[in-house]
């Protein structure tokens, strides 16, 4: 693929160090001061803290998929827009440590960019040339992410009533098709509408939506159960 093209029409302008060579290698006393540092930490926490995390790292790994820390994420400085992002070519899942400030910020993007890559291991995604399958990994990550959750609008000032956790996530699904592919607002909006109701419905790994820790708390236990009950068969 040309990179130029691929730039302008992926969305990788977002994450400008996806394409600046090998990083320099830092003093550990250096590294101990760096948004990088903290970005790493806050990833290896919600790594080993976060049921959602926890639940899409075991399932990923149940299928095959298996995700190391150290090869499959990295923490970037990105544009200001974007807090993450999962780059299919190196299927490596790009944390922005200038956006990213908060644990349960980082526990959120952690979630969002697993969905995309649980998505990219599950099935065969055509993220490029194919809209409606990125729209339907949106709508995923928006839906079972926390992304819309109760708290999280709230913290965004975002209030309503029937049906507002769906214009939510058809809202955020929209936003992030914009945000790396040039089509019109126009276009985006009616791929997300055909694919919505399938994709909205597609619960997995998590078996419902979880609206709180809990939830995902109680879907994480559940996968591990059925994981040992099907390895004693």
């Known amino acids: ?84 992002g999962f780059d299919v070519a190196s299927s490596q899942i790009v944390l922005c440590q200038n956006n990213i400030h908060q644990q349960s910020h980082m526990n959120r993007v952690v979630t969002h960019e697993l969905i995309h890559a649980f998505d990219h291991c599950r099935a065969h995604v055509d993220w490029f040339n194919n809209l409606r399958h990125l729209a339907c990994s949106e709508i995923r990550a928006a839906n079972l992410s926390g992304d819309c959750s109760f708290s999280s609008e709230v913290s965004r000032f975002n209030f309503g009533m029937k049906q507002h956790h769906q214009e939510c996530v058809r809202d955020r699904a929209l936003r992030s098709i914009l945000a790396v592919r040039k089509i019109s607002a126009e276009e985006a909006q009616k791929i997300v509408d055909e694919v919505f109701d399938s994709c909205s419905n597609d619960h997995a790994p998590f078996g419902r939506i979880p609206h709180g820790s809990k939830d995902a708390e109680f879907a994480y236990r559940d996968h591990e159960s059925r994981d040992r009950y099907n390895a004693n068969l």
């Open 1 to 84: 693929m040309d990179q130029s093209k691929q730039e302008k029409e992926y969305g990788y302008e977002l994450f400008p160090e996806r394409n600046t060579g090998p990083k320099k290698e830092k003093s550990f006393v250096k590294s101990l001061f760096t948004s990088q540092f903290k970005c790493e930490i806050m990833l290896k926490l919600a790594m080993e803290t976060s049921p959602y995390a926890k639940l899409l790292l075991s399932a990923m790994n149940s299928s095959g998929c298996k995700v190391i820390r150290d090869r499959h994420f990295a923490c970037e400085d990105c544009d200001g827009s974007v807090s993450g």
